[in-house]
T-cell receptor, first 111, second 115 residues
Framework: GENVEQHPSTLSVQEGDSAVIKCTYSDSASNYFPWYKQELGKGPQLIIDIRSNVGEKKDQRIAVTLNKTAKHFSLHITETQPEDSAVYFC??????????FGKGTRLHILP | EAGVTQFPSHSVIEKGQTVTLRCDPISGHDNLYWYRRVMGKEIKFLLHFVKESKQDESGMPNNRFLAERTGGTYSTLKVQPAELEDSGVYFCASSGRLAGIGEQYFGPGTRLTVT
């Protein structure tokens, strides 16, 4: 079955700097890659997603890139702000609709 | 529009006891999913309902776990008897009719602690 690896597990960046989280997947049939943000006491919330027919997608300060050949995708957050501090999960969705998550990255934005 | 709700938010039980978790999906969502995150590990899929039918229950750990969705509305996940390794956060998610295309909306989770 699908396996999603996520790095790093913890990331600290200075406020205003950029943060990058990287993930790899194993199943070449996976065609949808969502990113979730989980804040304390809340469930994962979709922040951006990308489909396999697209190489890059951007939404304000957040962008995601996908390299299908290498089977890896990345989340980029620019001009980080304190409210960006959270746990971020990458994921892939298989054809049967289940979501396979990475282990998560705890992002700390330092003042 | 109300989001996905889960009850209770936190449950502490002793090994061998029974616990029932409840999930209320977004109104009108046919697809309902259960996931679990054991401490330090990834969020793992447990099962998927389409209305009242189990579409995929390949992630259920063993027969101590029983999920139901009578009437195709809310769902319950019962653990009986609970073991220490069942501790974790149980998430429920729902999506609209176009499964495989629609976004899955997650509830806040139920933190289960088995002592």
């Amino acid at each position: 079955g699908e396996n999603v690896e996520q790095h790093p597990s913890t990331l600290s960046v200075q406020e205003g700097d950029s943060a990058v989280i990287k993930c790899t997947y194993s199943d070449s049939a996976s065609n949808y890659f969502p990113w979730y943000k989980q804040e304390l006491g809340k469930g994962p919330q979709l922040i951006i997603d990308i489909r396999s027919n697209v190489g890059e997608k951007k939404d304000q300060r957040i962008a995601v890139t996908l390299n299908k050949t290498a089977k890896h995708f990345s989340l980029h957050i620019t001009e980080t702000q304190p409210e960006d501090s959270a746990v971020y999960f990458c994921a892939s969705r298989e054809r049967d609709d289940k979501i396979i998550f990475g282990k998560g990255t705890r992002l700390h934005i330092l003042p | 529009e109300a989001g996905v709700t889960q009850f209770p938010s936190h449950s502490v039980i002793e090994k061998g006891q029974t616990v029932t978790l409840r999930c209320d999906p977004i109104s009108g969502h046919d697809n309902l999913y259960w996931y679990r995150r054991v401490m330090g590990k990834e969020i793992k899929f447990l099962l998927h309902f389409v209305k009242e039918s189990k579409q995929d229950e390949s992630g259920m750990p063993n027969n101590r776990f029983l999920a139901e969705r009578t009437g195709g509305t809310y769902s319950t996940l019962k653990v009986q008897p609970a073991e220490l390794e069942d501790s974790g956060v149980y998430f429920c998610a729902s999506s609209g009719r176009l499964a495989g295309i629609g976004e899955q909306y997650f509830g806040p989770g139920t933190r289960l602690t088995v002592t």
